[in-house]
């Protein structure tokens, strides 16, 4: 009794509990997706049982693999289609709109500050009911289909580069640009020559965090699809994973899986390396926008 | 997801941001950076709002079924809102038990995803020492791994024959061939915490981190146990980001239907989201899904509004 309460009343005794509950925590939420991606593999048609490894699912069987099948094929192209174009739009446009914002005061920057937050908490799905209202009840140049698409990602993202730039550029401060523009640059060769190369490091997180989770998305993507060739991976997997489908599925959700965490890693290494030659921290934490 | 967003951490030693002064030269260089940004904000994120409200202050044009979208607020007529309003309870109170799920479940979710991530992120931010790096990768990859993936998974996981299912017969518990998939309500808040967790997990982990531990350092040296320094000072002090997580959490929820549809697919479970998404693309009931949409707006744009005052009044300059 006197050694428990001794443990217990120690204050550097380690935290055990709290670790174990993490660890539990960890498996629960990663071993599924394990398990799935596991299945990919699996030689059978189930995706529960295993049969034995094979590559089957991926190019093996003559019709229903993922090499084989169009509508997977088609599903996987507009996926990285959409990843593409809209990390294009979004982050050119949120970077200018961080750094006119950081130095703008006043009530318009101030409402735009706002109207960006909102859209980063609003509910996706009324975000994409709206847009398809639009799109469906005005006279717009394009239609449901890729274009819509685009536009609904880039204004749910936008606010990822904006954010990340922004906390970035509240690091940097102003001096270092006003001693440009002492040494006679201008305000805008103070920006590209002083402030953007600084902030790389900020846009190269931003263009993954937004390209990894637009293939991700899809509440947006399948109200602003048209018909079943814009409809990309995620909306793929929901119209098709209760209706008995086959390890092909599995298959699909994994390359889509790789192909994300593809993208981050490559970027966060890029991140690493921008941030050590320019002497920043570069845990995957501030890859992340913590500041 | 970003862990910039987040109110700071209010505390003794929580300093304001010093006010940013307006950089010298080039005072058209910040409006014309910005302004491409705010048009694109107002044409697709504003704008669109206003067509909700046409469409749902619309009528329906008799024939065709279609919706008839109505510009001018003078004209609108509240036929679609008010036969959504009196069929929410009474006898034709068709809407009102999903809305009250909805009500349930994310609560009910919330608050096992609170109950969860607190101490997950407590203990990441704070007491894991050199394996920080690597838990933090290990709690962000569900962001990095499709939604749809993540419910796939337990979709196998939980059919009549999966490895659910096999565990349990061979405890021999519980009889092995529950329908997991069928209609379970637990199944379905299960899911909502499975799917949303992550999202609470790490905004709690980035404000966490930022506490100044001397304060709590102080507290067990001036004598309080450990729950008393927990309680008094460390949970005061991270109330603001409890919070900010929450709301980070709760309100995608508010217009999920996926979750429901995968997991159950019953109309037993059906939530607010189940009523937009079956509504939407139904000729004749697009106005009632505006109409919802617009509950849902209503709902959450206190707690929206919130959240934006929060995290712009925490760092004058930072988002």
Known sequence: ?291 | MTLATLPSTEGPSGQPAPASRQPRGGRLLGPLLAMPGIVWLLLFFVAPLYVVLAVVFGGVDPIFRTVIPVWNPVLWSSDQPIYVLTHIVGDDGIFGPALLRTAVYVFTASVLCLFIAFPIAYYVARLSGRWKGLLLTLLIAPFWISYMMRMLAWVNLLANDGIVNRIISMGGLLPDDTEWLSGKSVVVILGLVYGYVPYMIIPLYAGLDRLPSELIEGARDLGANRFSAFWRVTWPMSRPVVIASVLLTCLPMLGDYFTSDLLSGSPSTSMVGNLINNTVLTPGQTGQAGAFVLLVLIVSLVPMLYYVRSVSRSDGAAI
């Not at chain 1, 189930?46 to 003559?62: A, V």
């Not at chain 1, 102003?174 to 402030?195: C, F, K, N, T, Y």
């Not at chain 1, 699909?252 to 970027?267: D, I, Q, S, W, Y």
């Not at chain 1, 320019?278 to 501030?286: F, L, M, V, Y």
């Open chain 1, 1 to 291: 009794m006197n050694a428990l309460s001794a443990w217990w009343r120690d204050p550097w005794r380690k935290p055990r509990l709290l670790a174990a509950v993490t660890i539990g925590y960890l498996l629960w939420s990663l071993l599924p997706v394990l398990i799935a991606a596991a299945f990919s593999f699996n030689d059978g048609r189930s995706r529960t049982s295993w049969q034995g490894f094979s590559m089957r699912w991926y190019y093996g069987d003559p019709e229903r693999s993922v090499w084989h099948d169009d509508t997977m094929q088609t599903a996987l192209v507009q996926t990285l289609k959409l990843g593409v174009l809209t990390t294009l739009v979004c982050v050119p446009l949120g970077i200018a709109l961080a750094i006119g914002l950081h130095r703008w005061r006043g009530r318009i920057p101030n409402t735009a500050n706002s109207l960006l937050l909102l859209s980063f908490v609003l509910p996706e799905t009324l975000l994409a009911v709206a847009l398809l209202l639009v799109v469906t009840n005005l006279a717009l140049p394009f239609t449901l289909g890729t274009t819509s698409q685009v536009i609904g990602l880039v204004t749910f993202q936008l606010s990822y580069p904006a954010i990340l730039v922004r906390a970035r550029l509240a690091t940097i401060g102003h001096q270092l640009e006003e001693a440009a523009m002492d040494l006679g640059a201008s305000p805008l060769s103070a920006q590209r020559r002083v402030i953007l190369p600084m902030l790389v490091p900020a846009i190269v997180a931003s263009a993954v965090l937004v390209f990894a989770d637009v293939i991700d998305d899809f509440v947006i993507v399948r109200y602003l699809s048209g018909d079943a060739s814009t409809e990309p991976t995620s909306v793929k997997i929901y119209n098709t994973a209760r209706a008995a489908p086959t390890p092909a599925l599995n298959a699909l959700a994994t390359l889509l899986l790789v192909a994300a965490m593809l993208a981050v890693a490559l970027g966060f290494l890029a991140y690493r390396y921008l941030g050590r030659r320019s002497g920043e921290t570069d845990t995957i934490g501030s890859f992340a926008g913590e500041t």
